[in-house]
């Protein structure tokens, strides 16, 4: 029978942006039969009151043509924007910004107006 101690871990991240988590393993050399192993389970992400408005990437509490010309304008590299605008922005959320996510916020401008 095999004795399984688990540990608890969390992590607030200090500021607003994107982040990448990863877990890692490194056997040691004491077992070689399979009995070395580790698990990662129940992961749960909390957002609490993000900063921002998908796509409302001026932050100006409305999505309009300006936002999607922003996003274009960064998609195409002819813009920098912040970290949190970049959140705002990321219309499809696939963890870039595109011309599609400009066209994304394009098309939420004009159902707005």
């Known amino acids: ?3 399984t101690i688990w540990n608890r871990y969390e992590y607030t ?5 994107n982040y990448i988590f990863k877990w890692s393993y490194e056997k040691d050399g004491s ?3 399979g ?3 580790g698990w990662v ?3 749960s992400i909390t957002y609490v009151n993000p900063p921002y408005t998908l ?4 932050n100006d509490g409305r999505i309009t043509i300006s936002d999607a010309l922003m996003a274009m304008r960064y998609a195409m590299g002819t813009a920098a924007l912040t970290d949190t605008q970049i959140l705002a922005a990321d219309f499809d959320g696939n963890g870039t ?4 996510d400009a066209t994304m916020i394009l098309r939420a401008a004009m159902i707005a107006d």
């Not at 796509?55 to 001026?58: M, N, Q, R």
Request: aromatic fraction near 0%; avoid cysteine.
């Open 35 to 37: 009995q070395d192993k």
């Open 31 to 33: 077992v070689n039969k």
């Open 13 to 17: 991240a200090p500021s607003d942006g």
């Open 41 to 43: 389970d129940d992961i």
């Open 1 to 3: 029978s095999e004795t």
């Open 97 to 100: 910004v595109s011309i599609t």
């Open 55 to 58: 796509g409302d990437v001026d």
